[in-house]
């Protein structure tokens, strides 16, 4: 026993192996945090990975906001989705636990919160490490300009078209405004109207009425400072001598106690394809006043003789003598006796030889009286061509005419006006009610003034600059039928069946025909047909939709059932390429396909 004392207190006072114990107790301390340090390595190297899953997700997704079919649990599982895929690792499980979207802003925010095993730190039970990322993903949205051409010619009438019309300029309207509607185009309460959004209307039959609310712009030529303006008035009644002027087309509106309701005529080529401000004379737009046609024609509407104009008449009476009735009809024996009587003014003559002009237009008669055996027929001859008389200035002075739809100084001129582009869905979902079906169709002209609506300068101001950089503009044309220079389809002649349009009547060549060029045809458009009409009308449409995306404006067109193969390559080239026109069959069709234009829309919204 005594002899383990010493021992004990050797092994007491002993220091030898004391670090190995230490370290014993120690190694699984150090291993523990050496090993933290692997994992947080691990933990960091796996959150970098899943920032750059979540942003990818972002701005992967954040287009979605502006969907009509946006839903928010959809999104965040489809961002899950990618959140995990990028990552790539199966024994780390990730999940996007907040989701926040303000389309105000075009903002898509996400957070998501990942968990990785741990191989060292699990030694001190802790067996699992967490981590969270955010990302947020901002596009703003472009400013949107549309402007929705729309046919109210007369077929639009037929088979509930302009119902169906009605109805899916509507919807696409609400779409556009707020962003999404439900299955009955209705805009759920309480949802926002969204910002920098604009929408005109472009109503177009034959003619396109710009609104009578410009009456006094500068831009308006009245008085006849351009030389087309000038057709189709004279004051000397000799058509060989040209007409200086002036015209002023307001005083022949109050002399006719008329107001004009709205239209305007197609600009001289090539302001007529192009968006050319209207600052001269040569640009400027002309009033329409439909010019009276001489008497027995279509639009005739006054006089010849009426006004302030000189009658101006060559009168033939011829005289049959000794004349029997017999079996139904007269027979003469005694001699026929030819006079005439001409009247200029105020001076009534009887010339001994014929004062009948060389191509006469028959003003009354032939009438034929019997007086005992003498039977006399009179016919009245103008002494002025029928040119002549069509272009008599002097005619409407202080005479009142009855101003209908087709006939009269307005004839042909649609009742529903453009309205401008505007933020106000009201005020555009009221203009699309008041549309109605009636006309002929002229697909360049309203193509032209949707291209105006879309620009900043004269004569329609309210849409941004097209440099501006912050703006999406856009044109949706709708038609069901084809370009006509007038709706008589079965008379070619200038100033008789043919209406006056955009373009004037056809003798004054301002539409020339196919050989393009201006001034060949004769006076009764011999050489300017119809038929050849419409196929410059088609590639000035072609041409008008050309320069609307030169300048940055993408074009939707829309052809109901084009009548001809002509039609429809003529909307496929004015459209914007594939995807961009549509072809439906059934005036029902029109509500699906201006909802894909509307839906699509929101993408264009998006800057790049």
């Keep these: 026993?005594?002899?383990?004392?010493?021992?004990?207190?050797?092994?007491?006072?002993?220091?030898?192996?004391?670090?190995?114990?230490?370290?014993?107790?120690?190694?699984?301390?150090?291993?523990?945090?050496?090993?933290?340090?692997?994992?947080?390595?691990?933990?960091?190297?796996?959150?970098?990975?899943?920032?750059?899953?979540?942003?990818?997700?972002?701005?992967?997704?954040?287009?979605?906001?502006?969907?009509?079919?946006?839903?928010?649990?959809?999104?965040?599982?489809?961002?899950?989705?990618?959140?995990?895929?990028?990552?790539?690792?199966?024994?780390?499980?990730?999940?996007?636990?907040?989701?926040?979207?303000?389309?105000?802003?075009?903002?898509?925010?996400?957070?998501?919160?990942?968990?990785?095993?741990?191989?060292?730190?699990?030694?001190?039970?802790?067996?699992?490490?967490?981590?969270?990322?955010?990302s947020e993903a901002t596009r703003k949205m472009l400013e949107l300009e549309v402007a929705m051409v729309l046919d109210n010619s007369g077929s639009m009438g037929s088979y509930s078209r302009m119902t169906y019309l009605k109805q899916a300029a509507a919807c696409a309207t609400r779409t556009i405004f707020y962003g999404k509607v439900d299955s009955n185009c209705n805009v759920a309460s309480g949802t926002p109207k969204l910002d920098k959004v604009k929408i005109g209307i472009v109503p177009f039959t034959i003619m396109v009425n710009v609104g009578t609310q410009f009456a006094n712009a500068a831009w308006l030529d009245w008085t006849a400072q351009g030389a087309l303006a000038k057709l189709n008035f004279d004051n000397d009644d000799d058509s060989t001598n040209a007409f200086p002027g002036p015209v002023d087309r307001k005083n022949l509106f109050t002399q006719t106690g008329t107001s004009w309701r709205g239209c305007v005529e197609a600009r001289q080529a090539p302001y007529d394809t192009n968006d050319t401000p209207p600052t001269t004379a040569a640009t400027k737009f002309i009033p329409m006043f439909s010019p009276d046609t001489a008497t027995g024609n279509y639009n005739s509407y006054l006089s010849d003789t009426g006004g302030t104009c000189q009658v101006k008449t060559c009168t033939q009476k011829v005289v049959q003598n000794n004349c029997t009735y017999w079996w139904g009809g007269y027979s003469c024996s005694g001699p026929t006796i030819t006079s005439y009587t001409k009247v200029v003014g105020s001076v009534t003559t009887t010339p001994g030889t014929s004062c009948i002009p060389s191509s006469p237009v028959t003003l009354s008669g032939p009438s034929t009286s019997t007086s005992g055996s003498s039977r006399t027929t009179t016919t009245t001859y103008s002494l002025l061509t029928e040119r002549e008389l069509q272009e008599r200035l002097c005619k409407y002075n202080g005479v009142a005419v009855s101003d209908r739809s087709t006939s009269g100084p307005n004839a042909n001129c649609p009742y529903v006006e453009i309205l401008p582009l505007t933020s106000d869905d009201t005020a555009v979902l009221n203009r699309i009610n008041t549309m109605n079906a009636d006309g002929g169709t002229n697909i360049q002209q309203g193509a032209m003034w949707g291209y105006h609506a879309l620009s900043n300068a004269e004569p329609l101001t309210q849409a941004a600059p097209y440099s501006s950089g912050a703006v999406s503009k856009v044109m949706i044309l709708m038609t069901d039928g084809f370009n006509e220079p007038d709706y008589r389809r079965y008379s070619d002649t200038w100033n008789g069946t043919a209406i006056y349009g955009s373009w004037g009547f056809r003798k004054d060549g301002r539409l020339p025909d196919t050989d393009g060029i201006i001034g060949n045809e004769n006076e009764y458009g011999a050489h300017n047909s119809k038929a050849d009409m419409t196929v410059t009308m088609d590639q000035k449409t072609v041409q008008t939709c050309a320069n609307a995306k030169a300048d940055g404006i993408r074009v939707y067109t829309i052809g109901l059932n084009p009548p001809s193969q002509a039609t429809r390559d003529m909307l496929t080239s004015c459209s914007s390429g594939d995807g961009y026109y549509f072809f439906p069959n059934n005036p029902s069709e029109l509500v699906d396909v201006f909802a894909q234009i509307a839906n699509q829309l929101t993408q264009l919204r998006l800057a790049l």
């Design 1 to 134: 026993m005594l002899r383990l004392v010493p021992v004990l207190r050797r092994f007491a006072r002993d220091e030898r192996g004391v670090f190995a114990v230490l370290f014993g107790l120690m190694a699984i301390v150090l291993i523990a945090m050496g090993g933290a340090v692997v994992d947080y390595v691990s933990l960091e190297q796996t959150r970098s990975r899943a920032q750059t899953a979540l942003d990818a997700a972002a701005l992967a997704l954040q287009p979605e906001i502006f969907k009509s079919t946006f839903n928010a649990e959809t999104v965040r599982q489809q961002a899950e989705a990618i959140v995990l895929e990028r990552i790539g690792d199966t024994e780390v499980d990730a999940s996007v636990d907040d989701i926040e979207v303000n389309i105000a802003d075009g903002s898509l925010y996400l957070r998501a919160e990942f968990t990785i095993p741990t191989m060292f730190v699990s030694l001190v039970g802790v067996n699992t490490l967490s981590a969270a990322v955010q």
